[in-house]
């Protein structure tokens, strides 16, 4: 199908209106504006640092409660700087409190939502879930050393996972160790998936159905950034154990990426060799920024006792990101393109090639003091998208593969204040068969809710 070759149009020329304003902003009006903790040196009286900390607090965060600990502090984990943050420093640009002097911070989002979709006309009725509960914890180990981790409470207690346990030793900022439980640099949405960030209660489906998105791997690698004047060039390389053979040897009877996550990758490599990752970004602060990333490496068990059984296979997988304005609207998208090997008697049935993409757009419409919050917004998004499986034609028919989803999602949301989200999405969904039957169509509404804590 050629939609996903009409999304990269679109994004390419949306990257190019927006690079043209050099005039605008790149602090996103949804994210919570990032100011610089800093402290003196000398003694202040206590009265002091009561108040000092009372206004730090007011200054990041407006609903942070009255009777807030006077010791406790409300802080983003190393940013100081919000013309200085990019796609790469998501994970640490969260709200974490931490109590009096102690060098250990906490924090997390909660996530719900109701449900109600109907399929060719069929319904399963309405539906309610608790879809995420996560925690984090940070701790400044010392002057260069940090620790981060994310622990996962999925569906209730359906699925409960360590995201991330990573530690980084900084050399500077151009140099940066890091190894644990990782989030690979794997376009827009992975490394950058906190709910409370997006208008959308679901993910886009190239994020999930190619790039199996949350992916944490164990692994090591390096990260940094250069600056140059109003850009940043920032990079993360890692060598981590990877994906498995459930790539193909799964439930869904077809090539299905995520498939490839298992609770046996976070003890060991299933075929001793190691898969990679890297992104390179430039960002711009008055601008956005773009971003290009590799995944990939063999992905079979080949060998086993050393002997070799079967063919190697590999997984290489490509993306495209970018986030910019546009005047007040935020667009951002990603592409991606999927290269999977696939053994010889099961070609064509299993898609050896897949791609995707989605670009959204949204626009904070109107802003007014509601209760006690006077900077809530009302913001207005829309989202396309599509995804590939199977691309590619019938060898013997030269017939075009189906098996392809497109979708557009519309959506109104309310933030009190930038880190809480009220949501109400409606989606309207084309869902093609392997053999290119005219699609089922799926439509329906959701309305959640998503906040830090």
């Given at each position: 199908?050629?939609?996903?070759?009409?999304?990269?149009?679109?994004?390419?020329?949306?990257?190019?209106?927006?690079?043209?304003?050099?005039?605008?902003?790149?602090?996103?009006?949804?994210?919570?504006?990032?100011?610089?903790?800093?402290?003196?040196?000398?003694?202040?009286?206590?009265?002091?640092?009561?108040?000092?900390?009372?206004?730090?607090?007011?200054?990041?965060?407006?609903?942070?409660?009255?009777?807030?600990?006077?010791?406790?502090?409300?802080?983003r984990a190393n940013i100081g700087d919000s013309t200085n943050i990019t796609n790469q420093d998501a994970i640490y640009n969260r709200p974490f409190i931490s109590f009096g002097r102690s060098k250990t911070a906490i924090g997390g989002y909660i996530e719900g939502n109701t449900n109600y979709f109907a399929e060719d006309g069929v319904s399963e009725g309405f539906s309610m879930e608790l879809r995420r509960f996560n925690i984090f914890l940070y701790s400044s180990i010392s002057q260069r050393i940090r620790f981060l981790s994310e622990l996962e409470f999925e569906h209730g207690t359906e699925e409960i996972a360590i995201e991330t346990a990573q530690i980084d030793f900084e050399v500077n900022t151009a140099l940066n160790f890091r190894g644990g439980i990782i989030l690979p640099q794997i376009g827009l949405v992975n490394a950058n998936h906190d709910s409370p960030n997006w208008e959308f209660i679901d993910r886009p489906l190239?994020?999930?159905?190619?790039?199996?998105?949350?992916?944490?791997?164990?692994?090591?690698?390096?990260?940094?950034?250069?600056?140059?004047?109003?850009?940043?060039?920032?990079?993360?390389?890692?060598?981590?154990?990877?994906?498995?053979?459930?790539?193909?040897?799964?439930?869904?009877?077809?090539?299905?990426?995520?498939?490839?996550?298992?609770?046996?990758?976070?003890?060991?490599?299933?075929?001793?060799?190691?898969?990679?990752?890297?992104?390179?970004?430039?960002?711009?602060?008055?601008?956005?920024?773009?971003?290009?990333?590799?995944?990939?490496?063999?992905?079979?068990?080949?060998?086993?006792e050393g002997e070799e059984v079967e063919k190697k296979q590999r997984l290489d997988m490509f993306a495209v990101d970018f986030s910019a304005q546009l005047y007040e609207a935020t667009v951002q998208g990603e592409y991606v393109f999927a290269k999977i090997g696939i053994p010889g008697n099961l070609e064509e049935l299993y898609g050896g090639r897949q791609n995707g993409g989605f670009i959204e757009i949204i626009y904070p419409f109107y802003e007014m003091k509601v209760l006690n919050y006077e900077n809530a917004k009302f913001l207005a998004s829309f989202r396309a998208e599509n995804i590939d499986y199977n691309e590619g034609r019938f060898a013997a028919t030269a017939q075009e593969i189906g098996d392809e989803v497109v979708a557009l999602v519309g959506g109104l949301s309310f933030r009190p204040t930038a880190s809480t989200v009220f949501k109400a999405n409606y989606r309207y969904q084309w869902n093609y068969d392997f053999l290119g039957n005219p699609p089922s169509i799926l439509g329906g509404f959701q309305v959640g809710f998503a906040t830090y804590f």
């Open positions: 199908m050629k939609n996903t070759f009409l999304i990269i149009g679109l994004i390419f020329i949306f990257s190019a209106s927006v690079f043209a304003q050099t005039d605008t902003t790149a602090a996103d009006t949804a994210r919570v504006k990032v100011k610089k903790l800093s402290g003196k040196k000398k003694k202040e009286p206590k009265e002091k640092k009561v108040k000092k900390a009372d206004r730090i607090v007011e200054e990041q965060q407006a609903d942070v409660p009255a009777d807030t600990s006077k010791k406790t502090i409300l802080f190239s994020s999930t159905q190619i790039i199996p998105t949350t992916l944490s791997e164990v692994g090591f690698g390096l990260h940094g950034k250069f600056f140059f004047s109003d850009n940043i060039v920032s990079y993360n390389a890692y060598v981590v154990n990877g994906l498995s053979e459930n790539i193909i040897l799964n439930e869904e009877g077809k090539t299905f990426i995520p498939a490839g996550k298992s609770e046996e990758m976070f003890g060991e490599d299933n075929n001793g060799e190691p898969m990679y990752n890297a992104r390179v970004a430039i960002t711009n602060r008055k601008a956005g920024e773009v971003g290009v990333s590799y995944y990939g490496g063999v992905y079979n068990k080949y060998q086993i």
